[in-house]
């Protein structure tokens, strides 16, 4: 413990911290957390600290109390530099009125119209699935969470580029990692255009914005983003992509995710079912079957909880701050990893556990020990979206389909940006 109330390596033991973390981000907040504890600081360059915060009151000051004194990180940079000025990583001005712009369409109430067009979508390919065979669960429903995003925002048919999609991102999700600790990390574009392997990742990508925007039958959300007369032809570009990357990836890795709990949780698996039967009888989900889905929703939660597809959410701080008890001083970099804060076991008994029953009913947790979607103004733009989908998605799925974890095939777990199996996920797809 320092002088600043809050423990950590010395500068010197830092550095090998700092190597870990390049290899195996994810891995190392938890070993720092379990050596250090909840507040850990980690020495960064001359005068420059970073912090690994993992209880509820830390990011309920810096995301929601003090927002004011964040921006997002450095660590951002990478991830910048291909998004640009879209949503997720505009500050000020920009992101004020890309929000005020995009945010009616994700309103409840709006929302709620793409709901028939997220369950055909998954009826659709279910439909496809062969009976009793592998199938790579993760790569089908990148696929389906694409095809959802893009016909109900753009209207467009994206089904058919997610391989290609799929693998641009693992490029650059690996990058984003390394580019992070490379001195002198760039937000800017051309450096990364010229990385091997990356170049023609971010070609993809471009090519299949330039396909959506070009696309004539627009959808709703493309209409609006021309027509607001808000956003410029550049910024267009930006956030067209960071709609269709941030709205599908973290999305399919939650459902993923899901479905590898439920092979490995038979009770969970069967009162799902049980209820989806009961509830649906034979035909597809609406809207208005959500509410009537408790246990469907509870398993999803618990799935986010345990692995929060966007697992840790980092600020630089602008000016001092107090942050619990925690003297952060102006320059630091701070994480409030969802992943830690989920399994702290302070707020959540036995929490490595899949326990969906502690989202049934009144949820006795305080409000930011849980936070999937973030917190504060820069809360999940998508949060109400996404749970619709999954929720349909997962019952539209479970009516009709079982998926069994290969036996013997161990699931490696991938965390840069977002936190997901690694590679492919074999899965067997049984009719029920
Ligand atoms: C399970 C699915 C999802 C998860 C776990 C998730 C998680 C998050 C989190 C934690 C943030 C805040 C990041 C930060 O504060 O630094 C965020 C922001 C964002 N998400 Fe999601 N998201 C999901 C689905 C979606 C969907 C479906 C969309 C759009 C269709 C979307 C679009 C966005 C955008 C645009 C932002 C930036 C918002 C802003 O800063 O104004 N997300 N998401």
Redesign the pocket.
Known sequence: MDERGVRGPGAFEAVRWWGRMARSPIGTYGALARRYGDAVRVPFGPNRAFFLLSRPEHAERI?VANQDNYV?AFT?RPLRAVLGD???TSEGET?RR??RV?QPV?AQRHVVGFASQMAETAAQAVGRWPDGVALDAAGELRRLTLGI?GRA?FGSELEGEAERTGRALEALQRAAVVGTFLPGATAKRGVYQRVPGLGGAMKHLDGMVQRVVKGSSGGELLNLLKESGQISEAELRDEVL??LL???E??A??LAWTFMLLSKYPAARDRLEDEVDKVLGGREPTAEDVERLPWTKAVLSEA?RLY???WT???DALEDDEVAGVRVPAGSTIAVP?YLIHRNAEVWPNPEGFQPERFMGEQAHPRYAY?????????????G???L??TLVLATIARTHRLDLVPGVAVPVRAEITFRPAGVLPMRVVRR
Do not use: D, N, Q
Request: aromatic share 10%; proline share 8%; charged share 15%.
């Open positions: 995301l997002k951002y879209g949503l997720l992101w890309h929000r995009v994700f995003v925002l960071t709609l941030a709205g599908h973290t999305t890795a939650s986010m929060p597809p966007a959410i980092e600020r969802p936070l999937p979607f973030g917190g504060g103004r820069r809360i999940c733009v998508g949060a979206f996404a749970m989908e999954a």
